[in-house]
């Protein structure tokens, strides 16, 4: 405690003393308290500063880096949380604020929390877009499987694929499903398929369980990897009521193991009854077809065209001279007309013929070539040539008058 009297203390030391009071306190070495996340910023060293509040008051917060990388959700503004931590000050402000070991949201479990966020952010980026997703190819010749070696859902898988289309080859990679080690080893295995192209369409998952042994399957890593995958994939993970990220990234979700088994090959039972189907009716549509075609043979034998060719020849002739006699008849009437047309502008052209005009005593004077039209295109002693009607005159100007 301080000294009864009164000291002259520095700021340092005063904020020292509250502190060591402060810490002192068992009470609030370990405190749960619930709040609202406002003024939230996630600093580049990788601590996390915030205020908390409810209707009345505020607290500063503040998260170090290494408990913070323990948080399987990324808090944000205006999100409810329940916190466990300690109360102190910061010396250097003097500021008392709350300092968060652990961090919860309140009303929904922090896996679900992170399953939410991750899924609001893939589908933001257009990983779950169905124009993205690649069809199951209808007979694959290879079928690709990661799981567990030692689960029953490689079994159950390797059954029923064996049962429904055994002609498809399995291809299998052995991988952990649950655990640190599960993520990598699933991504590996898909990076390999793709590599050596091994498979036509890809099966990735496991059995049931509880989310946190289904966990891998929400691993972003994980699904990116489903999405830029070139063979299709099938996630098959947990039962029916089970959904993970890598159910929502790849091409196909299957409710099961078995259920991915059955979408990936078709029924060979089924199949064949397909094909007999079929065969039975093209067989059927054969035989309508001939019996179709015996008919209309059966119709041309006894059409009289085939009976007595020579009569069917007989009604063209007919035919062909009745179109002569059309054609002829057009003939001479288009050739009379064009006839009398032609005695038209030739009558025309006629009255226009400077010889027509020659023929009523007119003539027509060239010099040089050119027609004479006024007396000052000639001179006295120049020749000229006179046109007639019925021949020419070359003439000698004397004199102009």
Not at 258 to 278: G, K, W
């Amino acid at each position: 405690m301080l000294d009864a009297k009164p000291a002259v203390l520095t700021v340092t030391q005063l904020n020292k003393y509250v502190k060591s009071i402060l810490d002192a306190d068992y009470n609030l070495q370990l405190v749960f308290m619930v709040g609202e996340i406002s003024n939230f910023t996630n600093h580049r060293s990788g601590h996390l500063y915030f205020t908390l509040k409810d209707e009345q008051s505020t607290i500063k917060a503040v998260m170090f880096r290494q408990n913070a990388l323990r948080l399987k959700f990324t808090p944000a503004d205006s999100m409810r949380v329940i916190v466990r931590g300690r109360v102190s000050v910061y010396e250097a402000t003097g500021q008392y604020q709350f300092y968060v070991d652990d961090m919860q949201p309140d009303g929904i479990g922090a896996l679900a929390m992170q399953f939410e966020q991750l899924k609001e952010k893939l589908a933001g980026e257009g990983i779950f877009d169905p124009e993205h997703k690649k069809p199951i190819p209808q007979y694959p010749e290879k079928v690709g499987i990661i799981t567990s070696p030692t689960g029953a859902a490689l079994q159950d898988m390797l059954n029923i694929l064996g049962r429904r289309f055994k002609y498809s080859e399995v291809v299998f990679y052995p991988a952990q499903v649950q655990g640190e080690d599960a993520v990598p080893q699933i991504i590996k295995g898909i990076k390999l398929f793709n590599e050596k192209k091994a498979a036509d369409v890809l099966i990735v998952g496991r059995g049931g369980g509880s989310i946190e042994d289904l966990w891998a399957f929400n691993s972003e890593a994980l699904a990116r990897e489903i999405y830029a995958s070139e063979i299709p994939v099938i996630s098959a993970v947990g039962h029916e009521t089970d959904f993970t990220i890598s159910d929502f990234a790849a091409d196909l979700r299957a409710e099961t193991p078995s259920a991915a088994a059955e979408y990936a090959v078709p029924d060979y039972d089924e199949q064949l009854n397909y094909i007999n189907r079929l065969s039975n009716a093209l067989y059927t549509c054969e035989k309508a077809l001939i019996s179709r075609k015996r008919e209309s043979i059966k119709l041309l034998q006894n059409s009289p065209c085939i009976k007595n060719p020579y009569k069917n020849i007989e009604y063209k002739q007919l035919y062909l001279d009745g179109v002569c006699e059309s054609l002829n008849s057009i003939e001479t009437r288009i050739l009379e007309k064009k006839r009398l047309e032609f005695s038209g502008l030739v009558s025309k052209l006629h009255a226009l013929s400077p010889l027509k005009v020659l023929s009523r005593g007119y003539s027509a004077v060239y010099h040089n070539g050119e027609i004479v039209k006024s007396e000052k295109q000639v001179s006295v002693n120049d020749e000229i040539n006179v046109k007639l009607s019925d021949g020419g005159l070359k003439c000698l100007v004397k004199e102009k008058l």
